[in-house]
């Protein structure tokens, strides 16, 4: 059933209106539509082509891998600082 110009013209301004007060909603309703349009034109939705999966770092991976290397530079800061304390010592009592 078609709208007169009167319930078209009506429309129209809801529309402009709508985009006026709420532009994030009126491009959601948008996209939707063209979505539908796609759809009973007949063809398929648009899908994003098969790639592998990207993977996102997470800021606990980042802060737990911060962490350990933290704690492997002090492990291995302290093992140098007992060799070398090691060897001062057997080099004094020689």
């Known amino acids: 059933m ?3 110009q009167r319930e078209q013209r009506i429309l129209a301004e809801m529309a402009h209106r709508l985009a006026y ?3 994030r909603f009126a491009g959601r309703l948008h996209a939707f539509n063209a979505r ?3 759809q009973e034109r007949g063809r398929a939705p648009r899908r994003k082509r098969a790639s592998r999966p990207r993977r996102r770092i997470t ?4 802060f737990l891998t911060a962490s350990w290397l ?3 530079t002090l492990i291995v ?3 140098v600082l007992a060799l070398r304390h090691d060897a001062a010592a057997a080099a004094l009592t020689l």
């Open 2 to 4: 078609a709208l007169s």
């Open 21 to 23: 007060e709420d532009p």
């Open 36 to 38: 539908i349009d796609r």
């Open 59 to 62: 800021r606990a991976t980042v």
């Open 70 to 72: 933290i704690v492997a």
């Open 77 to 79: 800061t302290l093992l």
